[in-house]
């Protein structure tokens, strides 16, 4: 039962003045307010409440073979009460942490909304991970119990520890393991044993390790669900719309796009399963389920425009991009295809959506936008570290208490106070400001570097090689140089048709010559595969290791001249 001001009412409000001023920026980020209560559960609070009687679907889950289903907002809160009965009775309790390893199929959003009834606090991980990364999670974020596909319960022989193993999809489970299945013998009626504390912990997330050992972060019951009121507004959802995000379960944008900010928005999230990508078939699920808005990670949106964009008939109202900057050649060809702008935005596993392009913004060539409704964002000054600074870190100003921003990093007190230093959150990226406020990225601070005294900023580099067809991807890093000290050096991933060689390298020497500044240009260039996290991110530290190394298999600039 909510009352007149309760955590219901004050989450609606906030979330209908976002839907109000959808597309008049300066009115959404003057007058937004984050809603703060003292106890919320937004499975409880906000999903039971929308769903309860609404037969609308809430998930519309298709496979690559053409299978599919559909899920009401209805069902799933009543599936997810049987969930939350049934972990209950095997133990699970308030503060207990359930490592949750599935892959888009519905027992994953059932055991979500379950985990927040009970107050558990889940660990998501991507079915991707091996042993060792496993007994990681399970050592570091103390899971008690952990909820898999048969295929990676072997996966778990291996790992150490007393926390309970649940199975799903197993008609025999193996020994020691329990079938999720019998969840559907319990009550579809749920009575939580106690109030939920905004700050509760609800996520402890493990971020995909691009240079160092994966950090956890802790979310609470606040700044996951309400934090994504601002996800919500830069995506653009509305109620009723079916929105389509490619993001592999177990990574935070999984939870900002497939699970928190549609369903804020009382929106359909569709999902289309496939073993391997094929543009082709993605654009006739996108047709078939009517899909109105769309996110994907650049990588897709680079694989996506080597095929003909016209196979879809009828393109999404909103398209945006998120993991990483995306590159202004990649928005043009979409642009021309579909007369559509993708849309760039900028978050981190520790916040929601901080800047972004949203609807109804005058849109700027490479740049990602302006701050975000609910948050102030600060450039700090790299040497002095003052705020108001024309390029410098980009970060969060804590005197407004952001709501979509971690708690910290759990059991690492040291790199907390490190992130939250100077009352300002920072998030180690580096970014420019222009005069009308609007932010343009320039890179992680660790990949930025200097040649010859000059500063260059790998991605401003990346987006000019994208500019030429032989280039699928790019990644630009220091080559160590005894007169400039360091010379930029690009590992290349060649599109269809061109092959690695002395011809092509000269075609990309020539390219960088023609559209960089000099001091700018590629001197270094090296054909290959490029390193990854297992959430699709380049993995700059190992190239950068590769490259200091030496390699035989480079191209050099002054061999073409």
């Known amino acids: 039962m ?104 519905v027992e994953l959003w059932e055991v979500m909304l379950a985990a927040m009834k009970l107050r558990a ?17 399970v050592e570091r974020g103390g899971a008690r119990h952990v909820v898999v596909r048969p295929e990676d319960v072997a996966k778990f022989e291996a790992v150490p520890g007393r926390y309970s193993r649940i199975v799903v999809g197993s008609a025999r489970p193996a020994e020691g393991w329990l079938a999720y299945e019998d969840a559907a013998g319990a009550e579809d009626t749920f009575t939580p044993d106690g109030e939920t ?36 507004y830069w995506i653009g959802l509305r109620p009723g719309d079916v929105h389509l995000n490619i993001s592999s379960p177990g990574w935070a944008k999984h939870a ?22 094929d543009a082709g078939r993605l654009m006739a699920a996108m047709d078939r389920a009517a899909v109105t808005s769309f996110c994907a990670p650049p990588t897709v949106w680079r694989m996506l425009i080597q095929a003909d964009l016209g196979q879809l008939r009828t393109p999404p109202r909103e398209v945006v991009a998120a993991g990483e900057p995306l590159n202004p050649e990649v928005i043009e060809q979409v642009k021309r295809a579909w007369n559509i702008t993708i849309r760039d935005g900028f978050g981190q596993t520790e916040t929601a959506v901080q800047v972004s392009n949203s609807p109804g913004q005058l849109l700027k060539t490479g ?39 971690m708690t910290g ?30 932010l343009t990225y320039v890179g992680r601070a660790d990949d930025v570097f200097k040649a010859s005294d000059y500063k260059i900023s790998p991605f401003e580099l990346e987006s000019a090689l994208l500019e030429h067809e032989a ?24 599109a269809e048709g061109y092959e690695p060689g002395p011809d092509t390298a000269k ?51 002054e061999d073409f001249r």
């Open 367 to 405: 740049s990602m936008g302006r701050p975000s409704p609910g948050y102030r964002v600060e450039l700090l000054d790299p040497v002095t570290g003052a705020p108001g600074a024309d390029e410098g870190e980009i970060s969060l100003d804590l005197s407004d208490n952001p709501v979509g921003l």
């Open 471 to 494: 280039v699928a991807e790019a990644a630009v890093v220091p080559a160590p140089d005894p007169l400039r000290l360091a010379v930029p050096k690009a590992y290349v991933v060649l």
């Open 2 to 105: 909510t009352t007149a001001n309760g955590p219901t009412e004050q989450f609606r409000a906030a979330r209908d003045f976002l839907l109000r001023h959808a597309g008049d920026y300066e009115r959404a980020h003057d007058g937004f307010v984050w809603p703060r209560p003292d106890r919320f559960n937004w499975a409880l609070d906000w999903f039971d409440v929308i769903a309860d009687g609404n037969d609308r679907t809430a998930l519309h889950i298709v496979e690559e073979h053409g299978d599919e289903a559909r899920f009401s907002f209805d069902t799933l809160r009543r599936r997810s009460n049987q969930v939350a009965n049934w972990l209950r009775g095997r133990g699970v309790g308030a503060g207990d942490r359930i490592l949750l390893m599935l892959g888009n199929q």
């Open 409 to 438: 990093y759990h059991g690492d007190p040291e790199r907390t106070a490190e992130a939250m230093a100077g009352g300002y959150y920072r998030t180690g990226d580096i970014g420019s400001r222009d005069a009308d406020g609007y």
């Open 256 to 277: 900002w796009s497939n699970f928190f900010a549609p369903w804020n928005a009382e929106a359909t999230v569709f999902l289309y399963n496939y073993t391997r990508f």
């Open 507 to 557: 075609l990309i020497f020539e390219h960088s010559r023609a559209v960089l500044a000099p001091y700018k240009r590629l001197r270094r260039i090296e054909f290959g595969e490029l390193p990854k996290t297992v959430s699709g991110k380049i993995r700059r530290i190992e190239l950068r290791e590769a490259t200091a190394a030496g390699s035989s298999a480079e191209y050099r600039e």
């Open 197 to 232: 504390r905004a700050d509760d912990t609800l996520l402890l997330y493990f971020t995909s390790g691009t240079t160092a050992r994966p950090k956890l972060v802790e979310h609470t019951h606040v700044s996951y669900p309400v934090g994504h009121l601002a996800t919500m």
């Open 121 to 137: 606090v889940v660990i998501p991980a991507t079915p991707l991970l091996g042993p060792a990364d496993l007994t990681d999670r």
